[in-house]
């Protein structure tokens, strides 16, 4: 059996560097792929190193080259000017489901995040919590183009049969930062988990699910992650008394907090 081999694009970002550890596998090669060099592989590591954009057709379509999956971290991580959201997020996002589609890889894993959602009320979460497909309301460009990558994902699957499993991503960190983040965590270890989970998940279509750890103050329904197989274990209360306070205003009244007042297309 050949080894199952993973593109992960923005890999040597935070996200990226938590996943090559803890993805490893011995029959997998993780293929990482980002604008700054990736680390050099450590003994034993069973990786390869690509060093490009993701908006250049021809290095992504060679880093698609026999691949199972792909993991899609890359882009802006904040808010920043329209122009560079959409070459980046929305123009980099397309250029690799079209990469992804031509090299006939049958799964896509989208990096989206809460931002996608950053006006939903927090007062709204209930009991059941916030579904994994509530509409998109974003906060910022950056949230509009994680809405534009959860479209195209749709896309994808449905002109093309690909399957696409969209992550709306809390604060993964390796701890929370604020009170906002007791909320919204996702631990690095559950991130491995999360991501393991869409890889053999089987047949998952297309889906939207919130990626967050197990927080007791969790304003997120489990059901997505129930369905796709992720179980996380960590909770964010455990960091409790080390967080700061959230920043001053009344920017908590919604999910995306602070970004739902930035000021749109400044970089951030
Ligand atoms: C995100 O989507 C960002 O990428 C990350 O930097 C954090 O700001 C996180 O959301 C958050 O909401 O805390």
């Known amino acids: 059996m050949p080894p199952q081999r993973i593109l992960v694009t923005g890999a040597a970002g935070l996200v990226g560097a938590m996943l090559r550890t803890r993805l490893a596998r011995p029959d997998r090669v993780l293929r990482l792929l980002d604008i700054q060099p990736p680390a050099a592989a450590g003994p034993g590591e069973r990786v390869e190193l690509r060093t490009a954009a993701i908006t250049d057709p021809e290095a992504v379509q060679q880093a698609c080259d026999g691949v199972d999956a792909v993991i899609h971290l890359a882009g802006r991580s904040r808010e920043h000017t329209w122009e560079e959201i959409l070459s980046t997020n929305v123009d980099g996002t397309r250029n690799l489901l079209e990469a992804a589609r031509k090299a006939g890889v049958p799964r896509v894993i989208l990096a989206s995040s809460n931002h996608a959602t950053g006006f939903l009320p927090v007062a709204g979460a209930g009991e059941a919590g916030f579904p994994d497909d ?19 994902g749709s896309l994808y699957h449905s002109r093309f049969g690909m399957d696409v499993i969209c992550l709306r991503i809390g604060a993964c960190t390796a701890r ?12 690095p270890d559950d991130a491995g988990r999360l991501f393991e989970a869409c890889l053999t998940t089987p047949s998952p279509g297309f889906r939207v699910v919130w990626g967050v750890s197990r927080n007791t103050r969790r304003l997120f329904s489990p059901n997505g992650a129930e369905q796709i197989g992720y179980h996380p274990r960590d909770d964010a209360e455990e960091h409790a008394a080390e967080v700061v306070p959230n920043r001053p205003g009344a920017e908590r009244d919604y999910l995306g907090a602070s970004f739902t007042t930035l000021p749109l297309g400044e970089p951030d």
């Open 176 to 187: 929370p930062n604020d009170e906002r983040d007791l909320s919204i965590w996702l631990s």
């Open 134 to 152: 509530a509409p998109p309301c974003p906060d910022t460009y950056y949230g509009f183009s994680k809405a534009a990558m959860e479209a195209l």
